[in-house]
Structure formats: structure tokens, C-alpha cells
């Protein structure tokens, strides 16, 4: 079994930071690709960020220069680093992570979601 378990969300102001956290832990072989989504309410789900295993990293307009993912392979954890936060940025985030539980197979995984609320 695998699991992943957010944590770090939170109620901050305007222009405020907050750091997410997701851990995998199971029956894991290796970790792929990990990233960060979000979906608020009466929206779908939209992609955050994303890092491979070698570290490189993919952001959408709407974030890039304020939000910053990583990884600790060690860890099996992937973070991400908000800055700059604004009203629309509110939503659930969910961690996703492509695990492989041996060398020939691989699937998606997802967190439980973690609720960030940024207001006055």
C-alpha cells in the first residue's frame, strides 16, 4: 500500500508564505514525477507545479516567480514553497506522485488534499 500525506496548508494574509509538504511511504521502489494541483471551489482541478526525479520543474503562468516546488529523494517528500500569496490562489491542494512499485510498473498516486485559504 502507498500513501500520501500532505500538510503545511493554513489560513494566511495577502502577500503572505506558506510551505506545503507530501510524504509517500509504502511499498515504494522508486518515485517518478511529483507535483502540486490545486481546485477551488466550482473550478477543476489545475496543475501547480511539477519536478522529475532529476529535478527539473514545470510551473503555469499564474504561479511561476512566486511558488517554488522541490523534493527530497531521501525523504520520498516533495514540498512546495508559496510566496507572494493572493486571494485566488484559495483552493485544495493535492500532492500527485507517479510511484513505481517495482521497475515495470507505475501509477499515480494522490494526497488527500490540503486546505489553503489566503485572506484578510
Known amino acids: 500500500q502507498v500513501q500520501l500525506v500532505e500538510s503545511g496548508g493554513g489560513l494566511v494574509q495577502p502577500g503572505g508564505s506558506l510551505r506545503l509538504s507530501c510524504a509517500a511511504s509504502?511499498?515504494?521502489?522508486?518515485?517518478?514525477?511529483m507535483g502540486w494541483y490545486r481546485q477551488a471551489p466550482g473550478k477543476e482541478r489545475e496543475l501547480v507545479a511539477t519536478?522529475?526525479?532529476?529535478?527539473?520543474?514545470n510551473y503555469p503562468d499564474s504561479v511561476k516567480g512566486r511558488f517554488t516546488i522541490s523534493r527530497d529523494n531521501a525523504k520520498n517528500t516533495v514540498y512546495l514553497q508559496m510566496n507572494s500569496l493572493k486571494p485566488e490562489d484559495t483552493a485544495v491542494y493535492y500532492c500527485?506522485?507517479?510511484?513505481?512499485?517495482?521497475?515495470?510498473?507505475?501509477?499515480?498516486?494522490w494526497g488527500q488534499g490540503t486546505q489553503v485559504t489566503v485572506s484578510s
Open positions: 509504502g511499498n515504494i521502489f522508486s518515485i517518478s514525477n
Open positions: 519536478i522529475t526525479s532529476g529535478g527539473s520543474t
Open positions: 500527485n506522485a507517479y510511484i513505481l512499485l517495482r521497475p515495470s510498473l507505475v501509477q499515480p498516486y
